[in-house]
């Protein structure tokens, strides 16, 4: 039983070019989330989803968008990397969260 | 104000001791909240869970909930070296529609147990 599966684990971007984190679960849950975590600042919300073709923003959405076409993917997507957008990324599903292992992303 | 309050630390106590980890809420309308473990360099790890006010034991852990006091405790007895990581608190609502379910997190606190 793999989880969450994120991928890749780790990226550096140059600023302006784009990029897909790819999240996979396999509990058919319904609830899946993308979260930022920044050095002592918590777990931000980016976005999440109640179920296939339905997503909605978090607390942070700008620079990103989400497509959710099947339960098992939740894609999050990077336009125009910035350096504000260097941080880990992490995908969860389910209503209790269960979490992938990250993405850490540089933008340089 | 943030919604949900934590304690960074870092928080240092030497193996046996009982940990204290705390949270406080602003919003009435949490229902569900859940502790979770992070290791260095890990995805967050569901810990416990409890549903409205109480006490929940699984082991050497304990979660409670003041509701009332809009307050919660996650407490670790015989604490051990493998204890060492960030424990973030986390709070859902049951307001239905899409914000059933969205998690809010503290900012987490580092706790280190020295042998």
């Given at each position: 039983n793999a989880g969450v599966t994120q991928t890749p684990k780790f990226r550096i971007l140059k600023i302006g070019q784009s990029m897909t984190l790819q999240c996979t679960q396999?509990?058919?849950?319904n609830y899946m989330y993308w979260y930022r975590q920044d050095p002592g600042m918590g777990l931000k919300l980016i976005y999440y989803s109640v179920g296939a073709g339905i997503t909605d923003k978090g607390e942070v959405p700008n620079g990103y968008n989400v497509s959710r076409s099947t339960t098992e993917d939740f894609p999050l997507r990077l336009e125009l990397?910035?350096?504000?957008?260097?941080s880990v990324y992490f995908c969860a599903s389910g209503k209790l969260a269960f979490f992938g292992q990250g993405t850490r992303l540089t933008v340089v | 104000q943030k919604e949900v309050e934590q304690d960074p630390g870092p928080l240092s106590v030497p193996e046996g001791a009982i940990v204290s980890l705390n949270c406080t809420y602003s919003n009435s309308a949490f229902q569900y909240f859940m502790w979770y473990r992070q290791y260095s360099r890990k995805g967050p790890e569901l810990l416990m869970y409890t549903y409205s006010s109480g006490n929940k034991e699984d082991g050497r852990f304990t979660a409670q909930v003041d509701k009332s006091s809009k307050y919660i405790s996650l407490f670790i007895r015989d604490s051990q070296p493998s204890d060492s990581a960030t424990y973030l608190c986390a709070m859902s609502s049951n307001a239905g529609g899409t914000s059933y379910g969205k998690l809010t997190f503290g900012q987490g606190t580092i706790l280190t147990v020295h042998p």
């Amino acid at each position: 039983n793999a989880g969450v599966t994120q991928t890749p684990k780790f990226r550096i971007l140059k600023i302006g070019q784009s990029m897909t984190l790819q999240c996979t679960q396999d509990m058919n849950h319904n609830y899946m989330y993308w979260y930022r975590q920044d050095p002592g600042m918590g777990l931000k919300l980016i976005y999440y989803s109640v179920g296939a073709g339905i997503t909605d923003k978090g607390e942070v959405p700008n620079g990103y968008n989400v497509s959710r076409s099947t339960t098992e993917d939740f894609p999050l997507r990077l336009e125009l990397a910035a350096p504000s957008q260097t941080s880990v990324y992490f995908c969860a599903s389910g209503k209790l969260a269960f979490f992938g292992q990250g993405t850490r992303l540089t933008v340089v | 104000q943030k919604e949900v309050e934590q304690d960074p630390g870092p928080l240092s106590v030497p193996e046996g001791a009982i940990v204290s980890l705390n949270c406080t809420y602003s919003n009435s309308a949490f229902q569900y909240f859940m502790w979770y473990r992070q290791y260095s360099r890990k995805g967050p790890e569901l810990l416990m869970y409890t549903y409205s006010s109480g006490n929940k034991e699984d082991g050497r852990f304990t979660a409670q909930v003041d509701k009332s006091s809009k307050y919660i405790s996650l407490f670790i007895r015989d604490s051990q070296p493998s204890d060492s990581a960030t424990y973030l608190c986390a709070m859902s609502s049951n307001a239905g529609g899409t914000s059933y379910g969205k998690l809010t997190f503290g900012q987490g606190t580092i706790l280190t147990v020295h042998p």
